[in-house]
């Protein structure tokens, strides 16, 4: 893992080559100030101002000038680690572009060394957010890897391998649940990883920390370490990124650790259904009708739409603790990227003040997050001829809001719960952002929890 912690420090006036960070509409106005020689170095490099582009401006030293938007934006700074030299800097307006500078310089070097591993150094006067900067870059980069991570390396017994070493970093008790989940109470986990082999056999993952005496929080992530489609069979190309269908999962394990981190004012119970959704002759089958941990049964119309059913076992289990607020992690539904594209996990809660709250969380975080409604009036897509519930309608309309109605089922009523569907993935770079695994929803749950239990 990158070390974050020496790429950020506070700024005790050492030596330091300047970042201006200036606004596109103020360009005329900062050129006007400068010398005949800046002046001639933006006029030969057609420095112009535009947001996002830069210019080494000459003088006794030289400095970087970078036109920037948004200098509150998390990504101001994001774009220089890979223009500027190895060395330190400091920056003159950017308000909280630490984060963009961190992750600009994160690899993922677990099969391919990164070719450019010298650091480059910002100084910042505010010392109390270095901390907070720090951490975060760590959870997005853990999101990052573990997602990256190609499915023949990461299975549900990794996972909880990883879970384990967040157990041991935070003095957290760790319970696994293996072996024959149907008479163990989780019949919908066992059905959707019974396909596996005995090594990548299914499991629940469970962490809980803090005082007994804290608000019970339970956060639960979906992880489907490789999803086949099962019997519905994938096409490869829809089978080619899902070593990313254990992105809930791993969003869910860093949001756990910057919990623990921070000492939060809670008890945390985490909850992941890890299993790899396999091809086999004891593959569950479109029509086999499933038992839930509730007692309800499920006709599964759909294989490929397993994340809901290993999610309701897994929400069951979490909501016999009497959580104050349940948060669910999810790589669900195609539906919710074609409503949203990848930058936006579709957001569903069934309480107002929650989703307030991570909306509200998600703007000032820099990570937005986009709400669409538990509509009632789509519950009855859910219906069966043969058993209580379908986990997938005929003709995939509403496939987001239905799925998440699928998930409501499995929530006690007045039991605030927010469900996130995320991407967990970035298809095009973008400065600090590069293509792959990908925290979408991470800062903006963060953020959220900080605010509703504070230190």
């Known amino acids: 893992m990158t070390d974050f912690a020496a790429l950020l420090r506070p700024d005790r006036g050492e030596p330091a080559r300047m970042i201006e960070l200036i606004a596109p509409d103020g360009f005329d106005a900062w050129l006007a100030r400068q010398p005949d020689r800046v002046r001639e170095a933006a006029a030969m490099h057609r420095f112009t101002g535009k947001d996002g582009t830069h210019l080494f401006a000459p003088g006794d030293t030289w400095r970087v000038v970078l036109a920037c938007a948004d200098p509150a934006s998390p990504w101001s700074l994001a774009r220089l680690p890979g223009l500027v030299p190895p060395g330190t800097y400091r920056a003159e307006g950017a308000h909280d572009g630490a984060l963009g500078w961190l992750l600009a310089q994160h690899r993922f070097t677990r099969y391919k060394q990164a070719e450019d591993s010298e650091p480059r150094v910002l100084l910042t006067g505010d010392a109390a957010a270095i901390d907070d900067a720090v951490r975060m870059a760590d959870a997005t980069a853990r999101v990052r890897d573990l997602v990256n991570?190609?499915?023949?390396?990461?299975?549900?017994?990794?996972?909880?391998?990883?879970?384990e070493r967040l157990a041991r970093d935070c003095a957290a008790t760790l319970t696994v649940t293996r072996g024959d989940l149907l008479e163990q109470g989780y019949p919908m986990i066992h059905a959707v990883g019974r396909a596996a082999t005995r090594e990548r056999a299914p499991r629940l993952i469970e962490l809980e920390w803090g005082d007994p005496a804290h608000p019970r929080i339970a956060?639960?992530?979906?992880?489907?370490?490789?999803?086949?489609?099962?019997?519905?069979?994938?096409?490869?190309?829809g089978m080619r990124l899902m070593k990313k269908d254990m992105g809930g999962a791993a969003h869910a394990l860093s949001l756990a650790r910057l919990v623990m981190a921070a000492r939060l004012p809670v008890r945390l119970h985490l909850l992941i259904p890890a299993v790899e959704n396999a091809v086999s002759a004891s593959s569950f089958?479109?029509?086999?009708?499933?038992?839930?941990?509730?007692?309800?049964?499920?006709?599964?119309?759909?294989t490929d739409a397993e994340g809901r059913l290993i999610l309701g076992d897994a929400?069951?289990?979490?909501?016999?603790?009497?959580?104050?607020?349940?948060?669910?992690?999810?790589?669900l539904t195609g539906a919710a990227r074609v409503a949203l594209g990848p930058d936006l996990p579709?957001?569903?809660s069934n309480d107002e003040a929650l989703a307030a709250d991570l909306l509200a969380a998600g703007t000032a975080a820099g990570d937005p997050l986009w709400r669409l409604p538990l509509w009632d009036g789509y519950d009855d897509m859910l219906k069966s001829d043969v058993a209580d519930m379908?986990?997938?309608?005929?003709?995939?309309?509403?496939?987001?809001?239905?799925?998440?109605?699928?998930?409501r089922r499995f929530v006690p009523a007045g039991t605030p719960w927010a469900h996130l569907d995320t991407f967990a993935w970035r298809s095009t770079a973008k400065p600090g952002r590069p293509k792959g695994g990908e925290a979408l929803g991470?800062?903006?749950?963060?953020?959220?929890?900080?605010?509703?239990?504070?230190?």
Do not use: H, Q
């Open 390 to 407: 379908v986990n997938a309608p005929e003709g995939g309309l509403a496939g987001a809001i239905t799925a998440a109605l699928f998930l």
């Open 442 to 455: 991470l800062r903006a749950a963060w953020a959220m929890l900080r605010k509703r239990y504070p230190r």
């Open 315 to 331: 929400l069951a289990r979490a909501a016999e603790g009497s959580p104050a607020l349940i948060l669910d992690f999810a790589t």
């Open 219 to 237: 956060i639960v992530g979906k992880g489907v370490c490789f999803d086949t489609g099962g019997l519905d069979l994938k096409p490869s190309a």
């Open 149 to 163: 991570v190609p499915a023949a390396d990461l299975g549900p017994a990794e996972l909880e391998e990883e879970a």
């Open 346 to 348: 579709a957001t569903f």
């Open 285 to 302: 089958r479109p029509g086999d009708v499933l038992r839930t941990r509730l007692g309800s049964t499920v006709e599964n119309t759909n």
